[in-house]
């Protein structure tokens, strides 16, 4: 018997239907991954169930029982559901380890609570710094307190929006085993995914959907990875071609760069150049100095030592997605964001050139919804990504500073990415790309800086390097 059914719910947004009759029903003690490209109506379902949106038809039946949930808390509270997003929601000005009391319902926050606490984190297999704010945490981290915070909540069912896609390979591992214990404790779990490799390792189950209807729900043992891309995705070629391009000249060079916060020195001593046509890849585990460093090229934030040489304009794609969007605004206001220059006659914007620039960004990197008048709350988050990657990469400068391009992104829009970036590099543009993809890095950049406390801890050309080196010089470790 079925813990959770939906049946026939249907969602529609301006310009989008983004559920169309979709049935789904989740057993208990169960992993039930749903899968689907960007748009395929993943995450509006799982927040449909979990009280976030409401269904336009349709019904949940939980326990045997008709529901109508009005809003999280009482998802929560009536249905034991928890959502956990993929952009990391936390508030800001409290402690982790005040916050994860708080979400364990213990309210007296006292020394022996925090023991206790800390004590918890070990045994889900985690580690976080509890003594740290909210804000100064890195992405990765935030993720990580998002999932415990609805561990400690004590719901019984879990419904994770794309875990893993801030994490690297071993807290990818980590995650997968600690999901599999809590299934064996009776924890029911949606484990909303677009990797296919993720939804087979984990799921006893697989609902794939495709532009808002459900195509089929299958067992892992019963399909191949390959099957299952083409029902998310029909049939396409995963091919990617890369060409060796000749170098130019130094176009970025840092040399010596420390960055300093309060006594912390987040980065130290980092030296690098990249050339006209090169792809430098930044691998490293979040929190370690990306973020900081790339804010640093691009002037918005100062360094402490050592010197940064900038020869041409530079276009940025930051980590934190919410840093380069309006979130309130429209998608045509949103597509000439920072480049406004561009789009203005005299002192007044041209709308009808904005507009046709809009739709082309839509058309050609295949945004949806389609309705450049309607606001990206309606945008899914890995279409928010298309979009800010598409506003960026069509600026016309010399350098491109890239982080987590493929984040979030379904297997066909990734390799359309990855192709872009190479096709830049084609062009003559410098690239800086930061991942934590290890196949992402290895597959696309010319020569690879590990990063680790803050410091390049060698760098590598991509015919040289391994995973297992970069993996290991990642954690801080060199190999013998």
Do not use: W
């Amino acid at each position: 018997m079925s813990l959770v059914e939906m049946k026939k719910v249907t969602k529609e947004f301006p310009g989008v239907v983004a559920n169309d009759h979709v049935d789904f029903n989740l057993k208990k003690g169960e992993i039930h991954a749903l899968l689907g490209e960007n748009g395929a109506g993943k995450s509006t379902l799982m927040k449909i169930l979990a009280g976030i949106y409401k269904l336009d038809e349709g019904e949940i039946i939980i326990g045997g029982k008709k529901v109508n949930f009005n809003s999280p808390a009482d998802a929560l509270e009536k249905g034991g559901i928890i959502y956990i997003p993929q952009i990391p929601q936390l508030p800001e000005g409290i402690r982790v380890g005040e916050l994860l009391l708080l979400s364990k319902r213990k309210f007296l926050i006292t020394k022996g609570a925090m023991e206790s606490l800390k004590e918890i984190i070990t045994g889900f297999g985690m580690e976080i710094d509890v003594s740290k704010k909210t804000e100064e945490l890195s992405m990765g981290e935030k993720q990580k307190v998002e999932i415990l915070r609805g561990l400690l909540s004590e719901a019984k069912i879990l419904i994770l929006d794309e875990p893993t896609t801030v994490l690297v390979p071993k807290e990818i591992k980590e995650l997968l085993l600690l999901l599999k214990r809590l299934r064996e404790e009776g924890v029911s779990i949606v484990f909303i995914t677009h990797k296919v490799e993720e939804a087979l390792r984990v799921a006893d189950r697989i609902t794939v959907l495709r532009k808002g209807k459900k195509i089929a729900t299958v067992r892992p043992k019963e399909i191949t990875k390959e099957k299952l891309i083409r029902l998310m995705v029909g049939e396409v070629s995963l091919k990617l071609t890369v060409q060796k391009r000749p170098k130019g000249r130094v176009l970025l060079r840092l040399k010596e760069v420390t960055i300093g916060e309060g006594k912390r020195e987040l980065v130290k001593r980092v030296s690098f150049e990249v050339r006209e046509g090169e792809i430098f890849g930044i691998a490293g585990i979040a929190g370690n100095g990306q973020r900081e460093l790339a804010e640093a090229i691009v002037g918005l934030r100062k360094i402490s030592a050592g010197n940064i040489k900038v020869l041409g304009k530079i276009a940025f794609i930051p980590d934190e997605r919410s840093m380069a969007i309006l979130p309130e605004a429209t998608v045509a206001e949103n597509v000439i964001l920072g480049r406004e220059d561009e789009f203005t006659k005299g002192f007044i914007l041209d709308r009808r050139r904005i507009q046709e620039f809009a739709k082309s960004l839509i058309e050609n990197f295949n945004i949806t919804p389609r309705d450049i008048k309607c606001s990206l709350f309606a945008l899914s988050g890995g279409n928010v990504g298309k979009l800010i990657f598409a506003r960026e990469i069509t600026k016309k400068v010399q350098i491109l500073i890239i982080c987590h391009p493929t984040f979030g992104l379904d297997v066909i829009t990734a390799l359309m990415v990855r192709k872009e970036i190479l096709n830049l590099a084609k062009e003559g543009r410098a690239i800086v790309l930061i991942s934590e993809d290890l196949e992402e890095i290895m597959e696309l950049a010319d020569r690879i800086g590990v990063i680790s406390g803050g410091r390049i801890l060698k760098i590598l050309k991509r015919e040289e390097a391994t995973m297992e080196e970069i993996g290991a010089l990642m954690g801080g470790e060199k190999l013998e």
